[in-house]
């Protein structure tokens, strides 16, 4: 048997889809059917109902799917947006480039996940809304965060980059917000052969003004009439099909991660110097990554890196700690700065064997277990 275990397996994902899409790649591309199309909005289609909304617009990347939603919100200079410091940095980005300023929210030591009562410590006078991040997979409250935001007026926003098809007591995610924002890079969930994302909303007028603002400002049903400045920033007809097409294979690529998932946490439970991360009773996590937290994360990840097995950080440094947005970091965040240094994501992807799996819990059960013995006759 191979020994290494990558850290994810894109390769057979695409394996599953290319017979059904390779003779329609071939006739988009000889008719030249790239941008727009019937493709796309089939797409759009899909993905709105599947996420049980009404509207969904297809952009270029998970980055502009936000910072379009953003300013479709008419957020701007002088505004403030909350965001959780523990994820990926797109998250703040995006505030940023919609000329707002991003506020950073602690998150919750179990979950990793933003909550009410971190969301009402970062609130102002200035606090237009709030993103929440359904990190690594796991939905957020948005049941409660929901009533916390309305409560105060606020708007919220999902970022659902990591989490196709996650919900929270049976409602899917992208459906709570004022609106969601999914990215579809390669390796997320659910992922195309190159950028791409897409924004759900209820909303037909923030729809509207999105799709708007993505296709350099034009009016509704005009070709000339630009009403805004915008940008372009489209979800092009080759990935469309991509996309399409997994997701047909979405729900039984997800069942996979979390057989994988819930393989690890029993293999893995009760290790000294290991922590499992938290899953929520109500929640339906997906398991874009599987993050555990160590003590000694440097060096496990280290070993494990020579035993052939492939790991991430997700993520070396909460956002606030990052030099890029050094200017917006106002307080400590313990929970997120702890975090941050113990994080380590273990491989997972839909076609992780058993065997895989087994082999990742063996080596780092024996490098826990060893160092506890090595380490008894403490002198
Ligand atoms: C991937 C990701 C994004 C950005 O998506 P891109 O398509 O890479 O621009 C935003 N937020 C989170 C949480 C992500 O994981």
Avoid at 223 to 240: E, I, N, P, W
Avoid at 244 to 255: D, F, M, N, S
Avoid at 342 to 347: C, F, I, M, N
């Amino acid at each position: 048997m191979d020994p290494t275990v990558p850290f994810t397996d894109l390769g057979a994902m695409a394996d599953e889809i290319w017979p059904g899409i390779s003779e329609p790649f071939r006739r988009a591309i000889s008719s030249a059917e790239f941008i727009g199309g019937p493709a796309v909005e089939l797409f759009e289609d899909d993905w709105a109902r599947f996420c049980g909304v009404s509207h969904a617009i297809g952009v270029a990347n998970g980055t502009d799917a936000l910072q379009l939603t953003l300013r479709a919100l008419g957020v701007g200079p002088g505004d403030e947006v909350v965001v959780p410091a523990s994820t990926f940095v797109a998250t703040a980005e995006a505030v940023v480039l919609a000329g707002a300023t991003p506020r950073f929210a602690d998150v919750d030591p179990q979950t990793m996940l933003i909550t009410p009562d971190s969301l009402l410590a970062a609130i102002t006078p200035r606090t237009q809304g709030a993103i929440a991040v359904h990190l690594y997979g796991q939905p957020a409250d948005m049941e409660e965060l929901s009533s916390t935001a309305s409560e105060r007026g606020l708007f919220l926003l999902e970022d659902a980059a990591q989490a196709h098809g996650a919900s929270w007591r049976g409602q899917l995610v992208g459906s709570f917000g004022d609106a969601a924002c999914f990215s579809f890079y390669p390796s997320k969930n659910l992922g195309a052969f190159g950028d791409g994302g897409a924004v759900v909303t209820r909303d037909a007028n923030l729809a509207r003004r999105i799709r708007s603002l993505a296709d350099h400002g034009r009016m509704t049903g005009s070709h000339h009439g630009h009403s805004l400045v915008g940008t372009t920033s489209r979800l092009d007809s080759l990935q469309a099909r991509v996309l399409h097409a997994k997701l047909g294979r979405l729900p039984v690529w997800t069942e996979a991660r979390r057989a994988a998932a819930a393989r690890y946490r029993e293999g893995l439970a009760d290790l000294p110097g290991l922590e499992l991360m938290g899953e929520h009773v109500l929640a339906h996590h997906v398991y874009h990554l599987f993050v555990v937290r160590l003590s000694e994360r440097d060096r496990v990840r280290a070993e494990l890196g020579k035993a052939g097995v492939q790991t991430g950080v997700h993520y070396a440094l909460p956002c606030h700690k990052e030099m890029a947005f050094a200017q917006y970091a106002l307080e400590e965040l313990p929970n997120s700065e702890a975090a941050a240094t113990e994080v380590l994501s273990l491989p997972m992807f839909p076609h992780i064997s058993r065997a895989q799996v087994d082999r990742v819990i063996d080596l780092t059960r024996s490098l826990l277990t060893e160092k506890a013995v090595a380490g008894a006759p403490a002198h």
